[in-house]
């Protein structure tokens, strides 16, 4: 039986939808407009893709966006003054700095110059460490691990008591997505390159998050029958029949993998919408929080 396809495109449309509303409410009747300033340094295409997608989204709902776009070559105090600049606006409710950034810049300094209820993408120091302690609430969760809650949410999988792998330990994804899930109480495993018996270990899961950028890499002879698979990742391979000469898949062997899970993303069209919409229902909160509507 071929899984449920799990719509990541309506899931997030549906989110997205309830920001903008709640985003005209927020402007009528408290004056306060959400806002997003974005950070891009250096002329990384896929970054300056992903910027313009997130300012055009932000647009696009009715916010506020600010943005500065600074050359490769740009000093760490100067990109921290730009920063803290935006720290100091009261019109942004959220600082997005895009990564990678260039390997002179030391990323750790950078993302925590960002004030910590600005953190909209949720990779301050702060809210990374109150997400992996018991009994602590994060201001804010990284936005594509959050995304993957949603999605396995909307499909109806059980996450409490169920066994979920989390292929990859990225800062970024697989370690927040794994804290996620131990915070809803899943037995978590978290899988990497060091990992032994890996499909073995894979075929004991029930929900399975693959973020590790390998395309095609989970195989359908890993899944247990049923499971409900999260594809993070998102890599080109060469296919002559496009225009392009290549094409986009995911870490799963989707095409095999339908047969066996029981709900699965594709790529595209699965986790990615998620993030976005994820980092706007994330500015949104920060400015209701701004405005003393949310603790």
């Given at each position: 039986m ?8 309506a899931v997030?449309?549906s ?6 509303e709640?985003a005209e ?5 408290y004056?306060?407009?959400p806002g ?5 340094v250096?002329?990384?295409p896929?970054?300056?893709?992903y ?10 709902l009715?916010m506020?966006?600010v943005?500065?776009?600074l050359?490769a070559?740009?000093?760490q105090?100067?990109?921290l003054?730009v920063?803290r600049?935006?720290?100091e606006?009261p ?5 997005l700095v ?9 990323q750790?300094?950078v ?5 910590i209820e600005?953190?909209?993408d ?5 809210n990374?460490?109150?997400?992996a302690?018991k009994n ?9 691990p959050?995304?993957?809650?949603v999605?396995?949410?909307?499909v109806g999988?059980k996450?409490e008591?169920?066994r979920?792998?989390v292929l990859g ?13 131990l ?6 495993t978290i ?10 270990i894979v075929?004991?899961a029930d929900i ?7 395309p095609?890499?989970?195989?359908a002879?890993?899944l247990?029958p ?7 990742g998102?890599?080109?391979i060469?296919?002559?029949t496009?225009?392009?000469?290549q094409?986009?898949?995911g870490d799963v062997?989707?095409?095999?993998a ?6 699965i993303?594709?790529?595209p069209?699965?986790?990615g ?5 994820m980092?706007m229902q994330?500015t949104l909160?920060s400015?209701?929080?701004a405005a003393g509507?949310i603790?």
């Amino acid at each position: 039986m071929t899984a449920t396809l799990i719509d990541g495109k309506a899931v997030a449309a549906s989110i997205q939808q309830k920001v903008r509303e709640e985003a005209e409410m927020l402007k009528t009747k408290y004056g306060v407009t959400p806002g997003l300033a974005t950070v891009l340094v250096g002329d990384n295409p896929a970054s300056k893709a992903y910027v313009g997608s997130k300012q055009k989204m932000t647009q696009e709902l009715g916010m506020y966006s600010v943005g500065v776009h600074l050359p490769a070559d740009i000093s760490q105090d100067e990109l921290l003054k730009v920063i803290r600049g935006y720290g100091e606006d009261p019109k942004v409710h959220g600082i997005l700095v895009q990564l990678p950034l260039p390997p002179h810049l030391d990323q750790e300094t950078v993302l925590g110059a960002v004030p910590i209820e600005k953190d909209v993408d949720g990779f301050h120091p702060i809210n990374v460490g109150r997400l992996a302690m018991k009994n602590r609430e994060p201001l804010f969760v990284p936005c594509t691990p959050a995304g993957c809650i949603v999605l396995i949410d909307s499909v109806g999988t059980k996450i409490e008591g169920a066994r979920a792998v989390v292929l990859g330990r990225s800062n970024i994804v697989g370690l927040p997505a794994a804290f996620l899930l131990l915070h809803r109480n899943a037995t978590v495993t978290i899988c990497h390159s060091r990992t032994q018996n890996l499909p073995d270990i894979v075929r004991q899961a029930d929900i399975v998050i693959a973020a590790i950028g390998k395309p095609q890499f989970v195989k359908a002879e890993w899944l247990k029958p049923g499971a409900t698979v999260i594809d993070v990742g998102i890599n080109a391979i060469p296919d002559p029949t496009k225009k392009s000469g290549q094409r986009l898949v995911g870490d799963v062997d989707f095409e095999n993998a339908k047969e066996v899970a029981g709900a699965i993303t594709p790529v595209p069209g699965g986790v990615g919408p998620m993030t976005i919409a994820m980092l706007m229902q994330n500015t949104l909160n920060s400015a209701k929080r701004a405005a003393g509507l949310i603790k």
